[in-house]
């Protein structure tokens, strides 16, 4: 992969997989959770027909080719889909008391490109549809995970 992954050479293999120990990595998905360790979320990039897509994959699902290349986003989006999720797997740093917010988000590089993530700091009142969101990290067992908080308003504001 090239250096726009926003890639880290110093961390190897070996290194992602203690951090990540419960995911099943993968000559592909390996770049994605590499980059999580430094702070920056990767969707793959066609560099045929300039679509995105995620998850990475090895060829462009929109033109077939295989010219894609991993690229961090910006990390700005909007809630699409919201789950509330009251019970799931057990971990040291999962709270169920409050139902735990399970978005999937569609993030502003392209109509219909979406991760999955939590919604943080934000009061259940505010969980909506369209939620204007960005990019923020937790700590689980840990590592580094993506999830989105609720944006700030000035700064939806284009300069
Ligand atoms: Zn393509």
Redesign the pocket.
């Known amino acids: 992969m090239t250096a726009t992954d926003g890639d880290s050479p110093e961390i190897t293999d070996e290194v992602v997989l203690a951090r990540y120990p419960h995911v099943r990595l993968d000559h592909l998905n390996k770049h994605f959770y590499r980059v999580l360790l430094g702070h920056r979320l990767l969707a793959g990039h ?1 560099d ?2 300039d ?1 995105w897509h995620t998850p990475l994959r090895p060829r ?1 699902p ?2 077939w ?1 295989e010219a894609v290349t991993p690229r961090p986003v910006r990390g700005r989006g909007a809630v699409y889909l919201l789950t509330l999720l009251h019970q799931g797997p057990p971990s040291p740093d999962m709270d169920y008391s409050t139902p735990w917010p399970l978005a999937a988000v569609e993030l502003v590089e392209q109509l219909g490109l979406r991760v999955t993530a939590t919604i943080v700091e934000c009061p259940p009142e505010r969980l909506r549809i369209g939620l204007p969101v960005e990019l923020t990290w937790i700590l689980r067992d840990g590592a580094p995970w993506p999830a989105f908080r609720p944006a700030e308003e000035e700064s939806d504001v284009e300069a």
């Open positions: 066609c045929q027909c679509q462009c929109h033109c080719s």
